[in-house]
């Protein structure tokens, strides 16, 4: 479960995101959707422990990020827009780094390896340096060293950038799936699309403030919008005139 209670985040004068309030229970997919500059990013850094907020709370499966910064890193997975990947390592062996910074045992690292590797279509380039792999391919390398450590709640900064049909089919079932066994997805996207088919529920998010919440049908009954979720999307987060 992540809880947020009145989140803020200023720099300088300008505050990206004010007075956020929001829960999203265990097992739940929640997409947080937003123009550029809305917030979204900002918030998903200051769930992880990257960005300190200038006020507020947060809380992961009842552990407070402040008090308990560690442990809550340790439950974690975070994947951003712009991941950063140690390019003179193989695809194998930053997947074992990755377990070490966990404290993962060797041998449990050796046993769930192949079977990551093999979902996500990376066998064959184990052996290659990862500055070497396609975007497609550090993308996919990079879901698998987020599931190596079974996180109990999942962070996603655009999850389908760069991707092929192949391995987006992929990830949506894959997020479906683990949703469905408990784990929580928080994941921002531009893609409305995606939001409406796999999401439990939407967060919207307009100049650093929580817009609206809820399913697609109770989006639409806040909003008074009959329509798509991208005419709901346009209507609350037009500019003002």
Sequence with gaps: MIELNNLSRRFGDHWAVRDLSLTVPAGELFCFLGPNGAGKTTTIKMITGLLQPTAGTIRVNGLDLQDDPLRVKQSIGYIPDTPYLYDRLTASEFFDFTGELYAIDDTRIRQIKPELFDLFGLQEHAGHLVRDLSHGLRQRLLYAVS??????????????????????????DLLKQKAREGMTIFLTTHILALAEDIADRIGIIHNGRLAALGTVDELRAQSGISGSLEDIFLHLTKPAS
């Design 147 to 172: 599931f190596l450590h079974q996180p109990s709640a999942l962070f996603i900064d655009e999850p389908l950038i760069g991707l092929d049909p192949y391995t987006i089919r992929l990830i949506k």
